[in-house]
């Protein structure tokens, strides 16, 4: 079964409307997740890595003050995408490592389309 | 700088033999991962090499070289439902993840 999870998988909103994006590990903590975007037929990219209890660092070229990522638990990590604009409709990921060294489980996407 | 290079598009045929290169080019090596992701779905995962040679699960294998920074994934008797794409992810000395652009396989009758 799955060990990281997303909610929701879909969403549409209009734009300028923020969207909030929840990632949980089920079945273990974790410190780090990280948050992806992919665009139809591209790679995914790294948006910012999620730190539990402290600022999430974020990739070059990635609005901080747009995105906003809170690592409050220890399993669950949010993404919310502020004043939404079509340009961001995309498929949101999130991943987390399951343990020292071990696998990196990936959530199943959100996908967001702003209208 | 830190690079990742894999095809970009491979073609097979149902019941065949593929081989998918990744070569990296990064600061440490913490191990290398594949992972498969079919369109609008979020990667799974596949393996992951930490030390040379050769991992076997089922009908797919992974190799890895350090000394040549060169892995790649080997999916045997294709079917169909292998069509997706491949990423290769090389996680480097700081503990991130490095990843390539993936490798679309298409999977022919």
């Known amino acids: 079964g799955a060990v990281v999870s997303q909610h929701p998988s879909w969403v549409i909103c209009k734009s300028g409307t923020s969207v909030k994006i929840e990632c949980r590990s089920l079945d273990f903590q974790a410190t780090t997740m990280f948050w992806y975007r992919q665009f139809p037929k591209q790679s995914l990219m790294l948006m910012a890595t999620s730190n539990e209890g402290s600022k999430a660092t974020y990739e070059q070229g990635v609005e901080k003050d747009k995105f906003l990522i809170n690592h409050a638990s220890l399993t669950l990590s949010t993404l919310t995408v502020t004043s939404a604009h079509p340009e961001d409709s995309s498929f949101y990921i999130c991943?987390?490592?399951?343990?020292?060294?071990?696998?990196?489980?990936f959530g199943e996407g959100s996908r967001l389309t702003v209208l | 700088g830190q690079n990742i290079d894999q095809p970009t598009e491979m073609t097979a045929t149902e019941g065949a033999i593929v081989q998918i290169n990744c070569t990296y080019q990064t600061s440490g090596f913490n191990g290398l991962f594949w992972y498969q992701q079919h369109a609008g779905e979020a990667p799974t995962f596949l393996s992951y090499?930490?030390l040379d040679g050769l991992e076997e699960k089922g009908r797919f294998s992974s190799f890895l070289s350090r000394s040549k920074g060169y892995s790649y994934l080997l999916l045997k008797e294709l079917q169909m439902k292998d069509s997706a794409s491949y990423l290769c992810?090389?996680?480097?000395?700081?503990?991130?993840?490095?990843w390539g652009a993936g490798t679309k396989l298409i999977i022919k009758p």
């Open positions: 090499n930490v």
């Open positions: 991943s987390a490592w399951k343990g020292e060294g071990g696998e990196l489980f």
């Open positions: 992810a090389v996680k480097d000395s700081n503990y991130q993840l490095i």
